[in-house]
């Protein structure tokens, strides 16, 4: 079965500065997907960037970019310039396709607080 | 224009009851979800449904019911409630194809007491 791991639970980061969250997960597919989901306090979870398991290149949305090591199974999110609007729950999450349907499944989150 | 759309926002209810929480989506989807949050903000799937058939329940207590008329809604019924039922529930949705984002609602925060 498909695992996602966050070792982190909660993090913290000066406005400005640069952090990165870490997310590993385990499959032996060698097609997939994978994303990064916000949670910000209003609950709603936004989309942040995705990753094709078959593109050796790293996505990036603006200040967001992954590092994805498909070797090794890791996929951390790196945020620039992090803004106070930044601080929320951030999800990891691995998409496959099982049982005739597309299944996400989420690690445990990274609480990330952006300090002024 | 909300994407996919969850009601109530808010239930509380007391410990026995029967409630209903109802999701719609208008982007056209195929795929429809159930998650539950829990207190520690674990995600965990509940039911996955298909072009309005069952695909996956994840071994959900049988006081669960999904039910989804037509491919736009996927409605959770949840019978004789009780206190570990307590979290946030999410519908959400995502086209039959690869690469492509769980579109999801903005919760149904459900207490028990």
């Known amino acids: 079965a498909q695992t996602v791991t966050q070792s982190q639970p909660e993090m913290s980061v000066q406005e400005a500065e640069t952090v990165t969250l870490s997310c590993t997960y385990d499959t032996s597919e060698n097609n997939y997907y994978l994303f990064w989901y916000k949670q910000p306090p209003s609950r709603q979870m936004i989309l942040v960037i995705r990753q094709e398991a078959y593109k050796q290149q790293n996505a990036t949305e603006n200040r967001f970019s992954v590092n994805f090591q498909k070797a090794a199974k890791s996929f951390s999110l790196k945020i620039s310039d992090s803004q106070l609007g930044d601080t929320a729950m951030y999800f990891c999450a691995f998409m496959n396709f099982t049982s005739g349907t597309y299944k996400y499944i989420f690690g445990t989150g990274t609480r990330l607080k952006v300090l002024a | 224009d909300t994407a996919v759309s969850q009601t109530p926002k808010y239930l509380v209810t007391q410990m026995g009851n029967d409630k209903s929480i109802k999701c719609e989506q208008n982007l056209g989807h195929d795929t429809m979800y159930w998650y539950k949050q829990d207190s520690k903000k674990f995600l965990k799937i509940m039911f996955s449904y298909n072009n309005k058939e069952l695909i996956i329940n994840e071994t959900v207590p049988n006081r669960f019911s999904p039910k989804s008329p037509d491919k736009a809604h996927l409605n959770l019924h949840i019978n004789s409630l009780e206190l570990g039922d307590s979290a946030v529930y999410f519908c959400?949705?995502?086209?039959?194809?690869?690469?492509?984002?769980?579109?999801f609602g903005q919760g149904t925060r459900l207490t028990v007491v």
């Open positions: 959400a949705s995502s086209p039959s194809f690869r690469g492509t984002e769980a579109f």
